[in-house]
Nanobody, 124 residues
Framework: QVQLVESGGGLVQAGGSLRLSCAASGRAFSGPAMGWFRQAPGKEREFVAA????????YHKDSVKGRFTISRDNAKNTTYLQMNSLKFEDTAVYYC?????????????????WGQGTQVTVSS
């Protein structure tokens, strides 16, 4: 069993930055991937970014490319989401997720473990 705990959310003005962290505890996480998803009020949960745990290869949603960066620290079993140039439409609850099996890294259903979520609010 893997437990995921997110931190780093908050209120920020448009154009500002936040860094989300997700620490995995319990059974050591070995991959294959961890990801970030978000869900805005009245909308479905959507893929934001993912990282392949061993290679470090990253994937980002088109609308966040150049603004958001996912990274990981294998020794700390932690993944990060650096968010710059935040926009009002980035407002959502952000969830960290861990994949133990296989599947499309952009599909929420492929992930086995989820964090509790952290609120990110961008004021315009």
């Amino acid at each position: 069993q893997v437990q995921l705990v997110e931190s780093g959310g908050g209120l920020v003005q448009a154009g500002g930055s936040l860094r989300l962290s997700c620490a995995a505890s319990g059974r050591a996480f070995s991959g294959p991937a961890m990801g970030w998803f978000r869900q805005a009020p009245g909308k479905e949960r959507e893929f934001v970014a993912a990282i392949i745990w061993d290679s470090g290869r990253t994937y980002h949603k088109d609308s966040v490319k150049g603004r958001f960066t996912i990274s990981r620290d294998n020794a700390k079993n932690t993944t990060y989401l650096q968010m710059n140039s935040l926009k009002f439409e980035d407002t959502a609850v952000y969830y960290c997720a861990a994949m133990r099996g296989s599947g499309s890294i952009q599909r929420a259903a492929a992930y086995d473990y989820w964090g509790q979520g952290t609120q990110v609010t961008v004021s315009s």
